[in-house]
């Protein structure tokens, strides 16, 4: 298992129009293989900022699957153009906890 994190930081003035995007985003990730979970969470402390988990079964299943995919070009369409600036994907692996 993969986490797939980042820091969406949004345009000002934009977070009830992202929202509504990532709802009609989500089903886009949600049919690809290797997809577990995602999560998208407010800042308490940036009215702007969220941050994405999202779960795969392996790193592959979004770096070779998803990215490359046509529902990622709908993705970026529905999402991109509300993140200033575009965000850092990370990834981690096993739990040390």
Not at 61 to 88: C, M, N, T
């Given at each position: 298992m993969i986490?797939?994190?980042?820091?969406?930081?949004?345009r000002p003035?934009?977070?009830a129009a992202f929202a509504a995007a990532m709802a009609k985003?989500?089903?886009?990730?949600?049919?690809q293989p290797g997809f577990q979970s995602i999560e998208v969470r407010?800042?308490?402390?940036?009215?702007?900022?969220y941050l994405l988990l999202i779960v795969?079964?392996?790193i592959e299943s979004h770096r070779d699957?998803?990215?490359k995919s046509p529902e990622y070009r709908q993705w970026r369409a529905l999402l991109h153009h509300f993140y200033d600036?575009?965000?850092?994907?990370?990834?981690?692996?096993?739990?040390?906890?």
């Amino acid at each position: 298992m993969i986490v797939e994190h980042a820091i969406l930081q949004i345009r000002p003035g934009q977070s009830a129009a992202f929202a509504a995007a990532m709802a009609k985003a989500r089903p886009l990730v949600a049919v690809q293989p290797g997809f577990q979970s995602i999560e998208v969470r407010e800042s308490d402390d940036d009215p702007q900022r969220y941050l994405l988990l999202i779960v795969w079964d392996a790193i592959e299943s979004h770096r070779d699957g998803f990215r490359k995919s046509p529902e990622y070009r709908q993705w970026r369409a529905l999402l991109h153009h509300f993140y200033d600036p575009i965000p850092v994907v990370n990834y981690y692996g096993r739990s040390i906890l």
